[in-house]
């Protein structure tokens, strides 16, 4: 037997949870453990199934250009294009105090910022963690629970010096709900549908800025609701504010969503509301809903399928479950099941620990890419804490392979996403930068770096011209901004129109 290994380390999961692995290897051969030779076969399989030629991407991408501009001329399509009425660029010089709410897919923040002008700003923030309950029951009980942390956070900065609201003080406010809401103006949105496992009821095809200003009332808060916006469209502003060649924002969190700015003139589907052609205005593409229901264009496994099919809402988000890090656990999950049914992997061990959904998170994936030992110590720490499972080298070898063809996947298919906005707006030969923040993005070992390898699969060279990096915060400066942007124009008499 090999002398065995010690290894230590700690770790924060998605859940907040920070765990500290002690371990030591154990290629022990009392349990008929998978060769490596079967490993290396199965791990073929899984190849040809997860990974996206050149080829393959180019065509998604030409299908993607196609949907984009359909949802810009028609009004409620799968990928809705969704008018923001956020017009134009900041200048960088929008200044003040003010509050921003961020309703995410994991938490609640509540964030007062100071913007200072010239691409600056403070900013002192306090989260909450949303739980499962809060996200399935009645929805105005979930605006009452946002109101209720923003009446905390008011009174608990409120006093003098700097990061403190003045007493009395009465304030703008950015809500930063990150949910597909059509809007008809800036302080509205009808929410269209949940996303991210969310499902609480009486809200969906409900004005949720209306739903949320009664929840204000009744703490009867110094507030004002200025402007309802989404994560992508605030990291838009807010990265913008800071580098002005950012044309494009993408999330790579807990869902999968983009947004960029577009010329009036070519949003067929508002024509009629008589704005200046001249103008731009931010467009939140939704694109995380591409290819739903029809299932046309995207490379589905029958893990892909399983995922949908026993999600809270089968047939849609069909890009967000292969890219986000809501899903990316859940696929590696079944794969492992379906070996275990097979009798590959974990032969005489109990693997129910592993047989719950979503048991398995994506941080594991990230963890597993990155562990630097031979021996792969922190993939035994995994296995062996949180599924009570041995694993032998080779077998911890796949799994990472694994982790890395379902990762790789996503970086790919996002690159796609990228690549239609940047094919439909002409930026390939100018070059754009593309704000990029979530988890996924922050967290996940060479996930950037796949997104630009794609983009030069699909591009060839000039795809080096498409550059992301990681975005100012959007919910919180971004939001602070289009609010301060938002009171400028109503200021100025120009409230809808430019
Ligand atoms: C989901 C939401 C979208 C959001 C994205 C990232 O796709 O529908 O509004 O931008 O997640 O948080």
């Known amino acids: 037997m090999p002398a065995s290994r010690r290894g230590s380390g700690s770790f924060t999961l998605t859940t907040g949870q920070t765990i500290a692995i002690h371990t030591r290897t154990q290629d022990e051969e009392d349990l008929p453990h998978a060769t490596k030779k079967t490993m290396a076969d199965h791990l073929r399989k899984y190849e040809s199934l997860f990974t996206l030629t050149p080829q393959r991407m180019r065509m998604i991408v030409e299908a993607f250009t196609e949907t984009l501009e359909l949802g810009l001329n028609k009004p409620n399509q799968i990928v809705p294009m969704i008018p923001t009425y956020v017009f134009g660029w900041p200048t960088g010089q929008e200044k003040g105090d003010f509050l921003a709410l ?129 994560d992508t469209t605030g990291t838009l502003i807010a990265s913008h504010y800071v580098n002005p060649k950012t044309k494009i924002a993408v999330i790579f969190g807990t869902g999968c969503n983009a947004a960029y700015m577009e010329h009036v003139k070519d949003i067929a589907k508002i024509e009629h509301l008589g704005i200046d052609a001249g103008a731009e205005m931010a467009i939140n593409c939704e694109w995380g809903a591409f290819d739903s229901f029809e299932h046309e264009h995207l490379p589905r496994t029958k893990y892909d399928t399983i995922v949908d099919d ?52 994506t941080a594991f994936l990230s963890l597993m890419e990155s562990d630097p030992t031979d021996e792969l110590l922190m993939v035994i720490g995994i296995f062996t804490h949180f599924f009570a499972l041995e694993t032998t080298l080779a077998e911890r070898q796949f799994f990472r392979a694994l982790a890395k063809l379902i990762g790789r996947r996503a970086a790919r298919l996002s690159a796609c996403g990228i690549a239609a906005i940047v094919s439909k707006m002409g930026y390939l030969e100018e070059g754009c930068s593309v704000g990029a923040d979530g988890s996924l993005y922050n967290k996940y070992p060479g996930f950037a770096d796949r997104v630009h390898e794609g983009l030069q699969d699909i591009f060839g060279d000039k795809g080096r011209n498409i550059v992301t990096y990681h975005a100012e915060d959007g919910s919180g400066v971004g939001s602070a901004i289009i609010a301060a942007m938002t009171k400028h124009r109503k200021d100025a008499g120009l409230y809808l129109h430019v």
């Open 310 to 361: 026993t999600s809270n809402k089968p047939g849609e988000q069909a890009f967000e479950k292969l890219i986000s890090g809501r899903y990316l656990g859940e696929i590696l999950r079944l794969v492992l099941c379906e070996l275990i049914d097979e009798g590959v992997l974990f032969l005489g061990q109990n693997t129910y620990k592993l047989e719950k959904p979503y048991c398995f998170d």
């Open 102 to 230: 961020d309703l995410g897919g994991t938490n609640l923040r509540v964030c007062l910022v100071t913007l200072q002008g010239e691409g600056k700003f403070e900013i002192s923030q306090t989260k909450y963690r949303l739980t499962e309950e809060q996200k399935q029951e009645d929805g105005q009980k979930l605006f009452d629970f946002c109101a209720e942390c923003l009446n905390t956070f008011v009174e608990t900065n409120t006093g003098e010096g700097a990061g403190q609201l003045k007493p009395g003080q009465s304030l703008p406010l950015g809500f930063t709900f990150s949910y597909p809401c059509s809007q008809e103006r800036i302080d509205h949105g009808e929410l269209i549908r949940w996303t991210k496992g969310f499902g609480a009821g009486n809200t969906e095809g409900r004005d949720v800025a209306e739903m949320f200003k009664k929840s204000l009332e009744k703490y009867q808060l110094p507030i004002k609701l200025t402007a309802l916006i989404n």
